[in-house]
């Protein structure tokens, strides 16, 4: 598998909610968020566990540990839409930052952040709610491989036909999990339908 829509009622009823234009910043955040967590469930599915000695207050029993550190890496801006939902539920994750913003008129992304902790042995939950041209994922994707990741999952909301089919051939070691695949790009290379500006509408800054 590389590609994964995740097909699950909540998420569709909360897609709904963030493709509509009447929602309002702090709606789109919750919404955002709480289809990360959701999706987290999916593409965190197959994580091998440890099994570990504990105690409850009536006996000694055996439980499960992640076997593997996860590092969750957000796209800025809009992956930190995605992290505090992914962040609870595996609050011993540690978290690196990619910073991409894409050229408005050659939609090339431009980088001007990386901070990461060591992702050599670690799953890596790269975030990003859109993957339009897919060249914003791609970057990070490069990042990642070399900083030494080799399990890399994207998850994402939003995708275009296109986007997904040159991310699959152009980062060949990642998992993609997203919500939607939608019908296309336009010429600003925004995808239809889409959400429009995922990082404007999460920090209200259009
Ligand atoms: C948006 C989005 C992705 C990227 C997707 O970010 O959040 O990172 O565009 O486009 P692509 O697949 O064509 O690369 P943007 O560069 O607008 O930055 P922002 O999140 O800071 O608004
Ligand atoms: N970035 C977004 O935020 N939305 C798109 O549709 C494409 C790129």
Same mark, same amino acid.
């Given at each position: 598998?590389?590609?994964?829509?995740?097909?699950?009622?909540?998420?569709?009823?909360?897609?709904?909610?963030?493709?509509?234009?009447?929602?309002?910043?702090?709606?789109?955040?919750?919404?955002?968020?709480?289809?990360?967590?959701?999706?987290?469930?999916?593409?965190?599915?197959?994580?091998?566990?440890?099994?570990?000695?504990?105690?409850?207050?009536?006996?000694?029993?055996?439980?499960?540990?992640?076997?593997?550190?996860?590092?969750?890496?957000?796209?800025?801006?809009?992956?930190?839409?995605?992290?505090?939902?992914?962040?609870?539920?595996?609050?011993?994750?540690?978290?690196?930052?990619?910073?991409?913003?894409?050229?408005?008129?050659?939609?090339?992304? $431009?980088?001007?952040?990386? /901070? &990461?902790? @060591?992702? +050599?042995?670690?799953?890596?939950? #790269?975030? %990003?709610?859109?993957?339009?041209?897919?060249?914003?994922?791609?970057?990070?994707?490069?990042?990642?491989?070399?900083?030494?990741?080799?399990?890399?999952?994207?998850?994402?909301?939003?995708?275009?036909?296109?986007?997904?089919?040159?991310?699959?051939?152009?980062?060949?070691?990642?998992?993609?999990?997203? $919500?939607?695949?939608?019908? /296309? &790009?336009? @010429?600003? +290379?925004?995808?239809?339908?889409? #959400?429009? %500006?995922?990082?404007?509408?999460?920090?209200?800054?259009?």
């Amino acid at each position: 598998m590389q590609t994964k829509v995740i097909h699950h009622p909540l998420i569709k009823s909360k897609l709904g909610i963030v493709r509509s234009k009447e929602t309002d910043s702090k709606l789109f955040r919750e919404s955002i968020n709480e289809i990360a967590g959701l999706m987290c469930y999916e593409a965190t599915k197959d994580l091998k566990t440890d099994i570990i000695n504990i105690e409850t207050p009536l006996a000694k029993t055996e439980a499960e540990t992640l076997a593997t550190d996860i590092v969750i890496v957000p796209i800025l801006r809009a992956g930190l839409g995605m992290t505090d939902a992914i962040h609870m539920l595996i609050p011993h994750a540690k978290v690196g930052h990619i910073g991409l913003y894409r050229d408005e008129t050659t939609f090339i992304p $431009a980088k001007y952040y990386t /901070k &990461l902790p @060591d992702v +050599k042995n670690a799953t890596v939950l #790269l975030l %990003d709610p859109m993957l339009a041209t897919g060249g914003s994922v791609k970057a990070s994707y490069d990042i990642l491989v070399e900083a030494g990741a080799k399990d890399i999952r994207f998850i994402g909301i939003v995708g275009s036909p296109e986007g997904v089919k040159k991310t699959e051939t152009s980062c060949p070691k990642m998992s993609i999990y997203l $919500a939607a695949i939608d019908e /296309k &790009l336009n @010429d600003n +290379k925004y995808i239809v339908p889409g #959400l429009g %500006d995922a990082g404007d509408r999460l920090f209200g800054t259009k």
